[in-house]
Every structure is written in C-alpha cells, then in structure tokens.
C-alpha cells in the first residue's frame, strides 16, 4: 500500500477512536521506513521485528504485536500510538498484492486515488475476543484482489477492527460470566481432584520438566485460568509419557520407571477431569478472569 493510502486509513482510525493523529500517522509509513533503511527508532518495535520484506511471515508479526499490546491494556499499562500504527500498517499490507506481484504496482496506483468514504465509518464491525489470535489468518484473508476501492476499504476496517478489539474493556464479558461462574464453582468442589493432580505430577521424577510446562498455571491467581493453562498442556503431558513408556520398556520395568509411569498417566487422566469450556480457553490471554480482579 502507499504512504497516501496508509496515511489516510490510519488518520480516519485515529479520529474514529479519539487516538493521537501525529504519533499514529508516524508509525503507519514506519515498517517501510525500516525496509528503507531510514528508520530512527531501531528495526524492530517492542521487540516485533520490523525488517523487510514485511510482507513475509507478516502474520505471526501482526500476531505478537496483537498479544503484546493486549498484554498491556490487561495490565493497565500505557499504549504507545505509535506502535498502534505500525501495526496498522501491517495489517492494512495485508489487504493488498505482496510487493513481488507483478499487478503490485498499478494496483497501488489506483488505490490510493481513493479517499475513505463516510459510510464505511459508519458501518459495524466485529469485536474480537482471544478466538482472534487462532484465526487471524482467516481474518486477514485477501478479500479483494482485483478491487482497488475495496482493498482500502479492507484496509481500513480491518484495522480499525482489530484496534478496537485490543482496546476494549479488560475484563470478562458478561456473555462468558456465567460460563466462569459454573466452571469456578466446579473447581472448586473438586478439591480432592486438585490435590490428586499436584501430587501424581510433583511427586514425581519428572516434576522438573512438568513444572516448566505448568508455569503459567502456577503463576495464574485466578483457578479457572490455572486448570486452564493445566489442561492446555495435556497433550506435551501425553508426548512425555510416550517418551518415558518407551524408554522403560527398554530399561525393563526398573522400580523408578514404574513410578514416574504410573504417576505421569494418573496426572494425566486427572487433568481430563478439570472441566474448563474451550471458550475461556481461547481467551484466558485475553480477558482478565474474576480471580485475578480481586485484591
Ligand atoms: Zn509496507
């Protein structure tokens, strides 16, 4: 996309949501800038990198940027706008022919005699909850590649779709409120389930390595999001045990073997118990759970 048609999409976004024009417009031309070697705030923003071509591996990019930047409204930390523009200017690439297409250039042409219309401000678009971060590829799918009109409109709400979402209210959706609700008081009933889990898991040769892949549970204050992120790991759990079924059989059935094979799997049948709906899965990096609110 040319600068025109960056600046355009980005500035509409900015006065469309109350953000700061100058430091948004800045950022929305920076990714090229970096590919033009002309970038003054280093090649990489928050740590995302920005180098050319941008238009490879453009998704995961735009993926970390999204996580990163949701990271910090859920801890009340400050948006730098200008890091909102970069990743609109990623976002509105996708929406057009990679620089490598032999139609690129015309196409950019053409696009950027278009001006955003009133009626696409007007029009709803669809807030985003965590499921964004598993379809981002659909969500970004080159909807109009013979459109140059269409294209900036793409551009724009895309864009402007994925912002809002990041920006929007921090806390569990009341739609998802009652679905935690059930499945907290379900936790919680199940005291003995829990103990069992922790002490066929830790107790345990291989409590080392299952307490690298539970650290987030550990960390997690809030109890739907600890058996969340437990139940999240169960199929690492399950390739480990493959891995140590086969090395004791070759060891022929040693005492310790026994134990940490029989353990493994009795944490692993355990953690099928832990009933957390794949919804509060998705967005367990998305929202803030009842849990970690309280103080
Ligand atoms: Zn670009």
């Known amino acids: 996309m040319k600068w025109t048609s960056h600046r355009a999409c980005t500035s509409a976004i900015a006065s469309d949501m109350g953000l700061p024009q100058k430091p948004m417009t800045e950022g929305c031309i920076y990714p090229d800038q970096v590919g033009m070697h002309k970038a ?40 730098n706008p ?24 015309d196409f950019m042409e053409d696009m950027a005699r278009f001006r955003i219309k009133y009626e696409w401000r007007m029009e709803s678009l669809p807030l985003w909850g965590g499921s964004i ?34 920006l929007q209210n921090p806390y569990l959706p009341d739609g998802l409120q009652k679905r935690y609700a059930h499945c907290e008081l379900f936790l919680r009933s199940h005291k003995k389930t829990r103990y069992a889990y922790w002490m066929f898991t830790y107790l345990n040769p291989l409590a080392p390595i299952y ?29 480990i045990l493959i891995y140590v079924t086969v090395f004791v059989s070759m060891i022929h059935c040693s005492f310790l073997g026994l134990w940490t094979l029989f353990f493994s799997f009795a944490g692993i049948m355990i953690t099928t118990r832990f009933n957390v709906p794949g919804e509060l899965i998705t967005n367990m990096e998305w929202y803030l759970f009842p849990g970690e609110c309280k103080q």
């Open 133 to 166: 971060l598993y379809n981002l590829s659909d969500v970004l799918t080159f909807d109009n590649p013979h459109n140059p009109e269409g294209a900036l409109k793409e551009g724009y709400q895309k864009s402007l779709a994925i912002l809002r979402s990041i």
């Open 82 to 105: 200008f890091v909102l523009g970069c990743l609109c200017h990623l976002i509105q690439d996708r929406a057009v022919h990679p620089h490598s297409d032999s139609r690129y250039q």
């Open 40 to 79: 003054n705030k280093g090649n990489s923003v928050e740590g995302v990198n920005m180098d050319y071509p941008h238009h490879f591996d453009t998704d995961s990019r735009i993926r970390s940027l999204i996580l990163l930047l949701r990271k910090k409204v859920l801890n009340g930390d400050k948006i």
């Open 211 to 239: 307490f690298v892949l539970d650290v987030n549970a550990i960390c997690s204050r809030d109890i739907v999001k600890r058996y969340g992120y437990i139940k999240k790991r169960t199929v690492s759990k399950g390739i």
